[in-house]
């Protein structure tokens, strides 16, 4: 069974920095792509950024130029480096990964981490 773990979240003071850590595991063979989405309290879940196994990358225009993703396909790991973080990116974030495979030949379409908590104080 694939599994995300996440770690890295906590409380940090605005204009701080933190940085979110997301593992697969299962006996993974390949993963399409990695990401991260948050869902703050009484809002939506939203994409925060996403990175393909090629490298390609998105992220919401609210993170841009504050937030970085990256990737380590041969440790199937996630990061999300976040900076100059402010009160309103407070949020539970999530980590994802879909069209994943597995060395048995399983596939998931989408798996989904238990959530890390980022809160930012003013």
């Known amino acids: 069974q694939v599994q995300l773990v996440e770690s890295g979240g906590g409380l940090v003071q605005a204009g701080g920095s933190l940085r979110l850590s997301c593992a697969a595991s299962?006996?993974?063979?390949?993963?399409?792509?990695m990401g991260w989405y948050r869902q703050a309290p009484g809002k939506q879940r939203e994409l925060v950024a996403r990175?393909?196994?090629?490298?390609?990358?998105n992220y919401a225009d609210s993170v841009k130029a504050r937030f970085t993703i990256s990737r380590d396909n041969a440790k199937n790991t996630v990061y999300l480096e976040m900076n100059s973080l402010k009160p309103e990116d407070t949020a539970a974030y999530y980590c994802?990964?879909?069209?994943?495979?597995?060395?048995?030949?399983?596939?998931?379409?989408?798996?989904w981490g238990q959530g890390t908590l980022v809160t930012v104080s003013s």
């Open positions: 299962g006996s993974i063979f390949s993963i399409n792509a």
């Open positions: 994802y990964a879909d069209g994943v495979r597995t060395v048995l030949r399983d596939r998931y379409p989408e798996v």
């Open positions: 990175i393909t196994s090629g490298g390609s990358t």
